[in-house]
């Protein structure tokens, strides 16, 4: 399963998600590759791990060390630097199969050994960057790996992802099996769920989003959420005061966090979560045609000539089809 955790900043990204690996780590004793892919990077301190600038996703080297080692032997795709957002596996391409690729081992932090949880962290602005590019691009490497990806019960990706709408940019809501929406009973939070909702259906993949609330106090609070995003939600989440005090102690999140009753809320979330409402096939038929909208513009036809070749109609997601599978 891919599940990625969106929503407006400050809705609680960071925390679902570091509380849902813990969950998939302690209590279900999964493999997971989390990956952060907001500016603000949180993911690794919530886990209590320390990033090395070096493996940020961000920087061109490790972006083009990953594009080469997932390109493996695709000749659809000439180059690393012919990559776009949209840019699908074909034959001979590497698939991402397991929480300790080989391909991607020298830019994960490990979080975790048995089971295995290792992070990848995109990264935000560079000193160059300022000014210059726009996050959408940083992101770019992300979604290369998510559509060069396939899950397995023992193996899940979760993505902590860029706050708002960003998400929306390119291909990232197609990249997943399930989209956690976070709400929290404010205002300012239901109004970006109600504008994701209306991107996703526009987009065709609003039967992936699932809606949790976030600091709920009462049932007023999901009253509130439900009725203003005009969606009924999966679950909710209290209001926690001894989260506040625990990553004021510096704690991370997890350990006695994690009690019955957040174990049960992450239960149904993975329950919620299970069966793909679109299957990899259509996904990936969905991404193909993005593809092609993509190829149409005028800064892909001058930067990255025509890429409607990159498009192998044969390719399927079966693991043993890979180029090279180890
Ligand atoms: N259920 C909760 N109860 C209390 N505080 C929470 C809860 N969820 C998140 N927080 C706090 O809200 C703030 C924003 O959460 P965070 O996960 O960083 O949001 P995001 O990643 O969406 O920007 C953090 O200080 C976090 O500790
Ligand atoms: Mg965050």
Same mark, same amino acid.
């Given at each position: 399963?891919?599940?990625?955790?969106?929503?407006?900043?400050?809705?609680?990204?960071?925390?679902?998600?570091?509380?849902?690996?813990?969950?998939?780590?302690?209590?279900?004793?999964?493999?997971?590759?989390?990956?952060?892919?907001?500016?603000?990077?949180?993911?690794?301190?919530?886990?209590?791990?320390?990033?090395?600038?070096?493996?940020?996703?961000?920087?061109?080297?490790?972006?083009?060390?990953?594009?080469?080692?997932?390109k493996?032997g695709n000749k659809r795709v000439p180059?690393?630097?012919?990559?776009?957002?949209?840019?699908?596996?074909g034959a001979g391409?590497?698939?991402?199969?397991?929480?300790?690729?080989?391909?991607?081992?020298?830019?994960?932090?490990?979080?975790?050994?048995?089971?295995?949880?290792?992070?990848?962290?995109?990264?935000?602005?560079?000193?160059?960057?300022?000014?210059?590019?726009?996050?959408?691009?940083?992101?770019?490497?992300?979604?290369?790996?998510? @559509?060069? =990806? %396939?899950?397995?019960?023992?193996?899940?990706? $979760?993505?902590? /992802?860029?706050?708002?709408?960003? +998400?929306?940019?390119?291909?990232?809501?197609?990249?997943?099996?399930?989209?956690?929406?976070?709400?929290?009973?404010?205002?300012?939070?239901?109004?970006?769920?109600?504008?994701?909702?209306?991107?996703?259906?526009?987009?065709?993949?609003?039967?992936?989003?699932?809606?949790?609330?976030?600091?709920?106090?009462?049932?007023?609070?999901?009253?509130?959420? @439900?009725? =203003? %995003?005009?969606?009924?939600?999966?679950?909710? $989440?209290?209001? /926690?005061?001894?989260?506040?005090? +625990?990553?004021?102690?510096?704690?991370?999140?997890?350990?006695?966090?994690?009690?019955?009753?957040?174990?049960?809320?992450?239960?149904?979330?993975?329950?919620?979560?299970?069966?793909?409402?679109?299957?990899?096939?259509?996904?990936?038929?969905?991404?193909?045609?993005?593809?092609?909208?993509?190829?149409?513009?005028?800064?892909?036809?001058?930067?990255?000539?025509?890429?409607?070749?990159?498009?192998?109609?044969?390719?399927?997601?079966?693991?043993?089809?890979?180029?090279?599978?180890?």
């Amino acid at each position: 399963m891919k599940i990625a955790f969106v929503g407006k900043g400050g809705s609680g990204k960071s925390t679902l998600s570091s509380l849902f690996i813990r969950y998939l780590q302690n209590v279900r004793k999964r493999n997971v590759l989390a990956i952060d892919a907001d500016l603000n990077m949180n993911l690794a301190g919530l886990l209590g791990v320390t990033i090395d600038e070096q493996t940020l996703m961000a920087r061109p080297d490790v972006a083009e060390s990953i594009r080469n080692f997932l390109k493996g032997g695709n000749k659809r795709v000439p180059d690393v630097s012919k990559f776009l957002p949209t840019t699908p596996p074909g034959a001979g391409s590497n698939l991402v199969c397991s929480a300790q690729e080989p391909g991607l081992q020298p830019f994960c932090v490990n979080v975790s050994q048995s089971p295995i949880v290792n992070l990848l962290t995109v990264g935000s602005y560079d000193k160059d960057g300022i000014g210059q590019t726009c996050y959408h691009s940083h992101l770019f490497v992300a979604e290369n790996i998510l @559509s060069h =990806t %396939v899950t397995s019960p023992d193996f899940t990706i $979760v993505c902590d /992802m860029v706050a708002g709408t960003d +998400a929306f940019a390119y291909s990232m809501h197609l990249q997943f099996d399930a989209i956690v929406l976070i709400a929290e009973p404010t205002p300012e939070s239901t109004e970006v769920c109600k504008l994701y909702m209306d991107l996703a259906r526009q987009c065709g993949v609003d039967k992936l989003i699932h809606l949790v609330g976030n600091k709920v106090e009462d049932a007023d609070d999901i009253e509130f959420i @439900s009725k =203003t %995003v005009d969606k009924k939600l999966l679950v909710s $989440v209290p209001a /926690m005061p001894k989260l506040k005090k +625990a990553r004021q102690r510096g704690e991370i999140v997890g350990g006695e966090l994690l009690d019955p009753r957040l174990t049960q809320v992450m239960r149904i979330i993975e329950n919620g979560a299970q069966l793909p409402a679109i299957s990899p096939a259509q996904r990936l038929e969905m991404l193909h045609k993005l593809h092609l909208k993509l190829n149409e513009k005028q800064w892909v036809q001058l930067g990255y000539g025509d890429v409607a070749d990159q498009i192998d109609p044969d390719f399927q997601y079966l693991p043993h089809l890979a180029g090279a599978i180890k």
